[in-house]
């Protein structure tokens, strides 16, 4: 596999991540508080919120809406009045990413959420009122919320490396679920799904005609995502199927320049760049090659981490960071592959299957606690792993017993259609989306994610589950609709994640650092056992596949979020 | 002798009734009273067999990391080489110096030289195991009458009754590899330790193990036409058979054209295991298809059990030789099936840190 060389652009320690960055997003954030009182707090919330950010207010503007490519019925939704005319009844037939919030003419506060997560909404109900936010961080600034560490949260994040639901890692802050309404009056507050993930029946048409119903909706989904035909767009190109197959269908589609963006960790280091370099050659892109150096990473994880509603523990955060700063001084839109596994059958979905076929052997083996397994992160590790505050929370409501009822869903009755339905909306409504979402938004980029459109996802759900998963070949249909357009290598490629050096990172350049934030910076919060922590960081976990350098980052992600978003230092 | 819980040193006239006199917990053995080993030795071989708590492990694999500790009194170097030096010199001066009574110094001679060679006998270690099962078997229910049931002890008991109402699409589905063994004891091994999930690999063993699922495995097998298969079994006759079994036995792969690869173990990774073999069947050596004679020749003398390896070696070195084979295509070509050998097992020690170490990379997303 040979490719030209392409440019390489060498992150090292520099300013931090947004110094110098003077393009914005369209849209701003959302903010506001139920009942005008301290105008202090809307201050505090715009202010945190960032540039153009705007706040609900109990006069004039009654509706804010963050939203980025929005259609009903084929019409861009754009100003306040269009989002008016939608908000009451019509809005699980928007298209688009949005959060938006609004008083009811009685005075009632409304919250919704795009149908999978694109965009974020957190509240938090205090003693007289309900504040909301696009984050976190601005929750926390208005000063009325307690920085109180929700411990059960802790365990949840510590198998998932994400928050999984509507809880967050502050105790009494909430998200709004991707799909849900949530509503502050005089009944209290009230949630309600104003969409739900269907259930169509599987399709009857031919393989045939489904590969190229999907190739269909895919080229849409891509179409819609593209900025004016003369304006440059961008594309992260992992080099995977997902990445590549968006990459050349932005080339066919777009008439603009399409410039493509790849990571690479250095010399030493596995990466994918053969794979990204053959698309980007394949589809005539003008692509850069993004390389960090384990000092860049310990240099902006704190930058990037900072931005998370919630902490985010899987190593792409840093990498997304830097490829977003360096794809926004070229562009002011980049798509990504994101969706294409939990919405088409890719990985984590096999070892499931084995667990069904080996019931009672030995270990505990519910169906929760496979799926929690499933993640390779602590779950197995948390006995030895919590402190006796957190091992009581979760002892009060285990964590698997969140997961009985989606993984028991009957609405779904094949297998892979169900785990399917869990991953998109906890994978995708609460990891992958509010991740690229809250990571652009510094550096004034739209991320966005045709393989999560709202109809390519209800197109997938429709695949029968064997064109899914056909015996060991994941995302099958997926690869039969986009074979022309990519390298047979592309296709055929083993099956890989991103690859992230975190091993060698932590057994090498990383670990002093790692040494100081994991045992020093976490001490004060008396969440783990330092016995567990000494032998993680000598490396010394013991069974047969550690992990040492993912959980180290798992809990370096904490210590830098519990610094600089709960303390806010 | 020590005390597993306080780790105080006793004497044996001060723990009288096997009872610990500080901290007044009870002992499983005691050597004076005929039990050749110690509690602080079983607890020892526990913690090995159990890469001290984080590996299952089963008690045939308890029952040979007890043998692999349980070393026989050995004369020390020093005494060999001091009742050597005697020998020599006394022997040295009779012959040279001829002194009066020169018969005395001759039978001297001889005592010093049958005392070293006691001694260095006691040094040379048997290829066989030293304690015998039943020995164990009242060891190891003492053992738990005292201190219960290990921590990652696979208890097997009867499975569950395989789901009927298991999702219709399951059976759907295929797997990238699959891991054949001639015991089914290997099988709880593989799969308590979870190596099935980390893998995205199916364990069975040759006998049908395990029963409920087995028909849907093997029929979820067949649809993958690159199926990787691993055989992994003891160095017995008909366990180095095992690969070229599959790929004939129609029931199994046979007419499927896959090459099947061979971890072991076989007679050439014996020697780590010296003083935990079994003996053989003692046959007449024949060399057959997959065993050569030099093969047949120590498996008639010999058998060694693959539950001999430390189970955190066996898990390692079997995902080591995954590893070695992630990218070859299996597919021979024709319908006959090849078999070919893996070294996974041939290097060195059997110690905690050897074998195939975490591997694989770090992949996200």
């Given at each position: ?425 906890l994978k995708g409504g609460h990891h992958i989306l509010p991740k690229i979402d809250a990571l652009s938004f ?128 | ?65 007890v043998n692999r500790r349980w070393k026989r009194q050995r004369a020390p170097l020093g005494c060999i080489a ?284």
């Amino acid at each position: 596999m040979t490719s030209r060389p392409h440019p390489i652009v060498h992150v090292g320690v520099g300013p931090s991540l947004g110094e110098g960055v003077t393009r914005s997003r369209p849209v701003g954030r959302i903010g506001g508080v139920s009942h005008a009182g301290d105008p202090a707090i809307g201050s505090r919330l715009s202010a945190a919120l960032g540039r153009g950010s705007q706040i609900l207010s109990h006069a004039g503007s009654q509706l804010v809406a963050d939203h980025d490519g929005c259609r009903l019925d084929g019409r861009v939704l754009s100003s306040v009045e269009d989002w008016r005319a939608v908000v009451n009844g019509r809005l699980a037939a928007v298209r688009g990413a949005f959060a938006v919030a609004w008083h009811d003419s009685d005075g009632v506060v409304n919250l919704a959420r795009d149908p999978i997560g694109e965009r974020t909404l957190f509240y938090a109900v205090t003693p007289s009122e309900l504040v909301f936010a696009s984050s976190v961080q601005a929750l926390l600034a208005t000063g009325i919320v307690p920085r109180t560490l929700n411990l059960r949260a802790v365990a949840a994040y510590l198998c998932y490396a994400y928050l999984p639901g509507r809880e967050t890692l502050v105790e009494g802050v909430y998200e709004v679920l991707p799909g849900e309404r949530v509503t502050f009056g005089s009944r209290g507050l009230q949630r309600e799904q104003f969409w739900e993930l269907p259930t169509p029946a599987p399709s009857s048409a031919s393989e045939e005609e489904q590969t190229c119903q999907l190739r269909s909706v895919l080229e849409t989904a891509v179409r819609e995502r593209l900025p004016q035909p003369d304006e440059p767009v961008g594309v992260t190109l992992s080099g995977g199927v997902d990445s590549s197959l968006v990459v050349a269908l932005v080339r066919r589609l777009h008439t603009g320049r399409v410039y493509t963006y790849s990571v690479s960790f250095g010399p030493g280091y596995a990466n994918e760049l053969p794979f990204s370099s053959l698309v980007a050659d394949h589809c005539g892109t003008d692509h850069r090659i993004v390389e960090l150096s384990p000092a860049a990473v310990l240099r902006y994880i704190d930058d990037s981490v900072g931005q998370l509603g919630d902490p985010i523990g899987d190593p792409l955060t840093v990498p997304n960071s830097l490829l977003f700063r360096t794809a926004g001084e070229h562009v002011g839109v980049v798509l990504n592959g994101e969706g294409g596994d939990p919405c088409f059958g890719g990985p984590k979905n096999l070892p499931m299957v084995l667990w069904a076929l080996y019931p009672g052997h030995a270990v505990e083996q519910s169906r929760e606690a496979s799926y929690l397994r499933s993640h390779l992160k602590c779950y197995d590790d948390l006995p030895e792993l919590l402190a006796d505050p957190v091992r009581d929370a979760i002892a009060a409501r285990p964590l698997v017993a969140d997961l009985t009822a989606p993984l028991a869903d009957p609405r779904w009755p094949d297998f892979i259609s169900r785990l399917q339905a869990i991953n998109i909306r906890l994978k995708g409504g609460h990891h992958i989306l509010p991740k690229i979402d809250a990571l652009s938004f510094p550096f004034g980029v739209l991320p966005r994610s045709p393989l999560f459109d709202q109809t390519v996802v209800e197109q997938s759900l429709a695949i029968p589950a064997g064109l899914k998963l056909r015996g060991t070949v994941e995302k099958y249909l997926l690869k039969c609709a986009v074979a022309e357009l990519l390298p047979q290598a592309v296709l055929e490629r083993p099956k890989s994640g991103m690859l992230v050096p975190v091993e060698g990172w932590f057994r090498g350049p990383l670990l002093p650092a790692a040494r100081e934030r994991v045992l020093d910076g976490l001490r004060p919060y008396g969440l783990f056992q330092r016995d567990y922590l000494e032998r993680l960081l000598a490396g010394k976990l013991g069974g047969l596949r550690p992990r040492h350098g993912a959980k180290i980052w798992l809990l370096i992600t904490l210590e830098s979020w519990l610094r600089r978003v709960l303390n806010g230092r | 002798m020590k005390c597993i819980r306080c780790m105080k040193d006793s004497n044996y006239k001060d723990r009288s009734d096997r009872t610990c006199p500080n901290c007044k917990h009870k002992f499983a053995f005691e050597p004076r009273g005929g039990d050749p080993i110690t509690d602080m030795l079983f607890l020892n071989a526990i913690n090995g067999v159990s890469g001290d708590g984080h590996i299952k492990f089963g008690v045939e694999n308890l029952y040979y990391e007890v043998n692999r500790r349980w070393k026989r009194q050995r004369a020390p170097l020093g005494c060999i080489a001091f009742f050597l030096f005697a020998a020599v010199a006394i022997f040295g001066y009779a012959v040279i110096a001829k002194p009066r009574h020169v018969n005395n110094y001759y039978i001297f001679g001889a005592a010093a030289l049958l005392v070293t060679g006691i001694a260095a006998m006691s040094r040379i270690s048997r290829p066989l195991v030293r304690m015998d099962l039943a020995t164990f078997n009242r060891l190891w229910d003492r053992w738990r009458e005292v201190h219960g049931i290990p921590k990652g002890l696979i208890e097997r008991a009867p499975l569950p009754e395989f789901p009927k109402d298991l999702e219709a699409d399951i059976g759907d589905y295929s797997f990238d590899r699959a891991v054949i063994c001639d015991r089914a004891r290997t099988v709880d091994l593989l799969v308590a330790n979870n190596f099935h999930f980390e893998n995205n690999c199916a364990v069975l063993s040759v006998d049908g193990y395990p029963k409920g699922p087995f028909k849907v495995i093997m029929a979820m097998l067949r649809r993958n036409p690159k199926l990787q298969v691993f055989v992994l079994h003891d160095a017995t006759i008909p366990g180095c058979r095992l690969a070229h079994q599959l790929i004939k036995d129609p029931q199994w792969f046979g007419g499927a054209g896959l090459r099947v690869i061979d971890l072991g173990l076989r007679p050439r990774h014996a020697d780590p295991f010296h003083g935990l073999l079994l003996e053989g069947p003692s046959i007449q050596p024949n060399e057959e298809e997959g065993i050569s004679f030099g093969e047949a020749m120590w498996l008639s003398k010999y058998r060694l059990e693959l539950a001999a390896a430390r189970p955190e070696q066996i898990l390692k070195r079997l995902f080591a030789g995954l590893m070695a084979h992630a990218a070859d295509d299996p597919r021979t070509g024709d319908t006959s099936g090849a078999v070919t050998t893996c070294g996974a097992f041939d290097s060195g020690g059997y110690g905690d840190g050897d074998g195939g170490g975490e591997g694989g990379g770090d992949a996200f997303g």
